[in-house]
C-alpha cells in the first residue's frame, strides 16, 4: 500500500498489435492531506533487458490532498506480450523522490488484421 501516491489504475488495451503505439494513463491518488508533488514512471517487462521505458511527457504534477491525477503515456508494442510495470514517488523538501507504489497490468498481442483479397476477374483479350 502506498503512503503518499496510491495508484489507482493503469488505463490500457487488453491488447495491442506489434508496431502500432499504445496509449495508456496511469491514475494516482494523492493519500495526504494538503498538496504533494506526485512523479510517476513505466517500464515494459517482455523478455529483454533493461525493460524499455515508457514515454510520460508530463510525468509529475503537484497534486491537492485526496485528489486523482491521470499521467496520460504511451510505448510502441513489441512482437510479445507486456506487463507494464507502473511506479509513483512523492516528493520531500529535502530535494529528493521517494519510491511509494507499482502497479502492473498485461497487454496481450492481438493478431494482425487479415488482408482482404477484392475478387478480381480474368479476362480474355482478344487479337485484332
Request: hydrophobic share 40%; net charge negative.
Amino acid at each position: 500500500m502506498a503512503q503518499y501516491a496510491d495508484i489507482i489504475e493503469i488505463v490500457a488495451p487488453s491488447q495491442a498489435t506489434s508496431g502500432n503505439r499504445v496509449d495508456i494513463t496511469v491514475r494516482v491518488k494523492n493519500t495526504y492531506s494538503g498538496v504533494i508533488s506526485i512523479m510517476v514512471g513505466g517500464a515494459m517487462e517482455y523478455a529483454v533487458s533493461p525493460w524499455p521505458g515508457i514515454d510520460f511527457p508530463d510525468n509529475w504534477a503537484n497534486v491537492d490532498g485526496g485528489a486523482i491525477c491521470s499521467f496520460p503515456g504511451s510505448f510502441m508494442m513489441p512482437d510479445k506480450r507486456v506487463t507494464i510495470h507502473a511506479y509513483s514517488y512523492w516528493y520531500r523538501s529535502d530535494g529528493y523522490w521517494y519510491f511509494d507504489d507499482e502497479l502492473t497490468r498485461v497487454v496481450e498481442v492481438a493478431a494482425a488484421p487479415q488482408p482482404s483479397i477484392s475478387e478480381f476477374r480474368i479476362v480474355d483479350y482478344v487479337k485484332v
